[in-house]
């Protein structure tokens, strides 16, 4: 549970504070946050366990964490080149 919530602070909001005014809007912030620390989870196991003998402790949550924003935010980017392929960052995470 603190492991989350440390992630949760330090990589996904980096060390900002949330921008909700109200409680509903906090409470929305926070499951928001939850839903996407749980994906980003699922993802990371789910690349580690396509290799046999890969623990899926050993992968990078701010690797999965820059992964998953670059994927997001590259359709905005105007170059004619290829999306970045973030499968090989994930994989190579686990061997830290």
């Given amino acids: 549970m603190e492991t989350a919530y440390l992630e949760l602070k330090s990589t996904i909001l980096g060390g900002r504070v949330l921008r909700a005014r109200t409680p509903e809007g906090v409470t929305q912030e926070i499951y928001a946050l939850l839903v996407i620390y749980q994906l980003l989870r699922t993802a990371m196991a789910d690349v580690t366990s396509t290799r046999p003998g ?10 999965a964490w820059q992964t998953a924003r670059d994927q997001v935010i590259w359709p905005r980017a105007s170059s ?13 995470a686990r061997r830290i």
Wanted: charged share 25%.
């Fill in 80 to 92: 004619p080149a290829p999306p970045p392929d973030g499968t090989g960052r994930c994989a190579d």
């Fill in 54 to 63: 890969t623990d899926p402790d050993r992968a990078s949550f701010s690797v």
